[in-house]
């Protein structure tokens, strides 16, 4: 198993590598470089001096390289220097933000906690809905629940969120006015009240997002366990004379979960990334809103170290995700 | 199995065991239904439905209108006939689907052939793969509308270029389900004797591969592109809804649904038409998916 994970993360090295490569370029080579948008008024020393202060007069292949120590080794530093107090990174020079001149780094822990609290709490939301689902669904197969279950998961599959949020909001928001409309980022957490607050107005993003992910996770979850319901062991538990809850919520259930856990690994990515349209619709000022903002203003080293990040999360998870395979299934050995 | 003198079910042909069996599954019947509806009301509702001629001072005095017998769906904020612009999106939401899952489906199957056909070519391409496994797809996609605009509309216009550039985006970042799909069955198609048959009389690889591997690879292929519609749809939608699809006199059902946001909360229905026409399109286009995979897989046919 160690020998796998290490040989894993060996090759995840040059993907990372490829693809670090691939999104500098894409973004790099683009024509639509903010450097083209220098109003022309600006007089020809002055724009040099632009261009070499924001470093872009270097050629391609070493701007890479320094984007990638700088990715790979002065942000780590920096890291490790705030939490201990050491002074490892010195006084190197970090990946900064065209839009507001301070360091990426510094914006993305800014955004971050957003996007976890709501993102996150839609994931485990939508976890918590959709295993019960799964479960009862698959064990009155083709009853009238199941069949609502299976409606269930191909209208979440099929209503993309952007619209399913747009009508919650109409819903919720303006007709029935239980929620507010727009997420209040400024709300600090003190009291019992503000507590209720915060809860209120994550509510709409949640409900959309954990719904969308409750109807994936849980068709997997009903697949999975209508697979182990027919399996022989489950057949001798019962004719053990066990009743019928330790068969399917002992048994049955820790069997099922096992590619079940893994597909919620691969998705925790999205929880990063994913949720671009809602932060977007909602207001939440976290990752995905960022990149959008950095996008619309051409803030290629922010465009790029997002992205870049968000290529690390994918591999890492998929990486975590096999692991996870192999030591939950002792059937399943990698050597 | 009781009596064994009942007379045999007569065989049917193959593609008729396939109809009954996607017959039998009424999802696949309602969305071969409702998509049937949705592209006969966008093919041929522009012209039954041919909006008036407003002057733009007319236009204006009747902007923000509510259903009615004069317009269906309402007017929007410049006074345009709502009904008139949904079914001229839908043409082009619809038209970016089967394009963009037309690249993507001949891109992935041609990757998927080869992969799966030459060993020599097998590791580098599923290595590639796996790389766009791995790429942020949204916001690269993002990035990718965002920088090449401007220039590729420079070229062959603001529509076109949009269109070419959205299309073509989405069919490049969406093919490596279907590779991966092809090149299994390839890999075990290609173990088969009369494959093996095919090679001792002589033929050559392309041969073999047109003529014997790829109309076993068709109905595989046909439930990954169904699924492809759908999800280039809304692929497109999520970039229209970012503000980064289609320019607003070109519009796509994602288009409207972004324009209408601004007034969600006085006029609800802007954003409600054309999101449930997404919403039916994909659920039905998914449902046909979900039919053809019954369908085309002969161990539940028949059952």
């Given amino acids: ?335 | 199995m009781t009596d064994t003198n009942a007379a045999m079910p007569k065989p049917v042909s193959q593609r008729r065991a396939i109809w009954q069996q996607f017959s039998n599954h009424k999802g696949a019947l309602f969305g071969l239904i409702t998509l049937g509806i949705l592209i006969f009301a966008v093919l041929i509702g522009p012209y039954l439905w041919i909006p008036e001629k407003l002057s733009v001072a007319e236009a204006i005095k009747l902007k923000n209108q509510g259903p009615s017998f004069r317009f269906p769906f309402g007017t929007d904020q410049l006074g345009r006939d709502m009904l008139a612009r949904m079914l001229l999106a839908g043409r082009v939401s619809l038209a970016v689907g089967l394009v963009a899952m037309l690249i993507a489906i001949v891109f992935g199957t041609l990757v998927g052939v080869l992969a799966g056909y030459f060993r020599r070519l097998d590791g580098p391409l599923m290595r590639l793969t796996d790389m766009f496994l791995a790429l942020p797809l949204v916001p690269l996609l993002l990035v990718m509308v965002m920088l090449f605009r401007d220039r590729v509309a420079s070229i062959v216009g603001p529509e076109l270029g949009a269109f070419t550039l959205i299309v073509f985006a989405i069919g490049i970042t969406s093919w490596m389900a279907t590779a991966r799909i092809v090149r299994g069955e390839v890999l075990t198609l290609k173990e088969r004797e009369y494959v093996l048959a095919a090679r001792s009389i002589g033929a050559r690889p392309s041969r073999i591969i047109l003529r014997h591997i790829l109309p076993n690879v068709v109905s595989p292929v046909m439930v990954a592109a169904t699924l492809g519609v759908a999800e280039a749809i809304i692929t497109e939608s999520v970039l229209s809804f970012l503000g980064l699809g289609f320019p607003p006199d070109f519009p796509t059902w994602g288009r409207l649904l972004f324009d209408g946001l601004q007034y969600m909360q006085v006029y609800p229905e802007r954003v409600i038409w054309p999101g449930l026409a997404i919403s039916l399109t994909v659920l039905s286009v998914n449902y046909i998916g979900d039919g053809l995979r019954d369908a085309l897989d002969p161990r539940i046919r028949g059952r």
């Fill in chain 1, 1 to 335: 198993m160690l020998t796998f994970t290490l040989r894993r993360l060996l090759l995840a090295i040059p993907t990372l590598l490829v693809i670090s490569l691939v999104i500098f370029l894409l973004v790099d080579l683009a024509p639509g470089s903010p450097l083209s948008d220098i109003p022309l008024t600006v007089p020809p020393d002055v724009r040099k001096k632009m261009i070499e202060a924001l470093g872009a007069d270097q050629p391609v292949i070493f701007r890479y390289v320094l984007w990638l120590r700088q990715f790979f080794w002065v942000e780590p530093a920096y890291l490790i220097d705030g939490w201990f107090g050491t002074t490892w990174a010195g006084d190197e020079q970090r990946i900064l933000s065209w839009q507001s001149r301070s360091p990426v780094f510094t914006i993305i822990g800014q955004r971050l906690p957003q996007t976890l609290i709501v993102i996150g709490t839609a994931y485990l939301v939508g976890i918590l809905i959709a295993v019960p689902i799964g479960i009862y669904s698959a064990y009155r197969q083709y009853s009238f629940f199941d069949q609502a279950g299976t409606l269930f998961a191909m209208i979440g599959f099929s209503v993309p969120t952007f619209f399913s949020g747009t009508l919650f909001i109409i819903i919720f928001a303006v007709w029935l006015g239980w929620f507010p409309t727009k997420y209040d980022t400024q709300l600090v957490v003190t009291d019992w009240a503000s507590f209720l607050e915060q809860m209120r107005q994550m509510a709409l993003p949640v409900m959309t997002l954990g719904l969308a992910n409750a109807a994936a996770i849980s068709r997997y979850m009903r697949s999975s366990m209508l697979d182990n319901m027919g399996m022989d062991y489950v057949r001798t538990a019962r004719a053990k004379g066990m009743t019928e809850r330790t068969v399917i919520l002992k048994h049955v259930l820790r069997n099922s979960l096992i590619p079940v856990v893994t597909v919620i690994a691969l998705g925790i990515p999205s929880i990063f990334g994913g949720a671009i349209i809602t932060e977007n619709l909602f207001g939440v000022n976290g990752i995905g809103a960022a990149l959008i903002g950095a996008i619309h203003a051409s803030d290629l080293p922010m465009v790029q170290t997002l992205a870049f990040i968000f290529a690390v999360l994918i591999v890492l998870f998929n990486l975590i995700a096999d692991v996870l395979y192999g030591l939950l299934d002792p059937r399943i050995r990698y050597d």
